[in-house]
């Protein structure tokens, strides 16, 4: 079956700029969570969406915004770019809760901010 | 809020073993692991649920103390393909909910 997909796989925007980040998480999966991966800092958590709803969110400004569709596509918009946004941004779909079915992560989405 | 895991590296000789412990000052739900490989998706290996129980895939395995809020990841007889990022999750209850937070990963590198 196919896996979680993430697009575009690479961006490259200007400081001050918008931008929107799609992940199809796999069929029947309602849980989508996304996270931010800098090097040293590991995974943050941005936030998680099921059935539509946002369920928790980390500790990001407001620029950071996301949204899930009833297909349980989501999309993640960072509104103001600055330089330090620059990092991998990964999806992650799970089945139910988290907790009894794992994650299951995309390729992510190579951000850099010039 | 982040769970703390420790060592942040290690370097293996193939065949060695290696453990990779995962702390957290919050009460946890339940405890995930993952690997993931340079360039690559993280990849799910195992959850821990409440209950301190203890889990295996093939020679790794994996203990979840509730009353000391961590976790260990014990790799044994390790193959080359075992060398990747490890990351542990832990799910917390916050603002009326549980999400999941991970460290900042263990680096594990296996030479011939």
């Known amino acids: 079956k196919a896996g979680v997909t993430q697009t575009p796989r690479y961006l490259i925007k200007t400081r001050g700029q918008q931008v929107t980040l799609s992940c199809s998480p796999i069929?029947?999966?309602?849980?989508v969570s996304w996270y931010q991966q800098t090097p040293g800092q590991g995974l943050q958590f941005l936030f998680e969406?099921?059935?539509?709803?946002?369920?928790n969110k980390g500790n990001f400004p407001g620029r950071f915004s996301g949204r899930q569709f009833s297909n349980s596509r989501s999309e993640m918009n960072v509104s103001t770019l600055e330089l330090g946004d620059s990092a991998l941004y990964l999806c992650?779909?799970?089945?139910?809760?988290?907790?009894?079915?794992?994650?299951?992560f995309g390729s992510g989405t190579r951000l850099t901010v010039v | 809020q982040q769970p703390v895991q420790s060592p942040q590296a290690v370097i293996l000789r193939e065949g060695e073993d290696a453990v990779i412990n995962c702390s957290s000052s919050?009460?946890?739900?339940?405890v995930h692991w993952y690997r993931q490989k340079h360039g690559e998706a993280p990849v799910f290996l195992m959850i821990?649920?409440?209950?301190?129980e203890q889990k295996g895939h093939e020679k790794i395995s994996a203990s979840f103390n509730e009353k000391k809020q961590q976790s260990s990841l014990y790799l044994t007889a390790s193959q080359l393909s075992y060398s990747g990022t490890y990351f542990c999750?832990?799910?917390?209850?916050?603002?009326?909910?549980?999400?999941?937070?991970f460290g900042k990963g263990t680096k594990l590198t296996v030479n011939p």
């Open positions: 999750g832990t799910e917390i209850r916050q603002g009326g909910s549980e999400k999941l937070v």
């Open positions: 969406y099921f059935s539509e709803t946002q369920r």
């Open positions: 919050k009460a946890l739900y339940s």
């Open positions: 992650a779909s799970s089945l139910k809760a988290a907790r009894f079915y794992g994650y299951t």
């Open positions: 069929s029947g999966h309602r849980s």
């Open positions: 821990l649920l409440k209950g301190g």
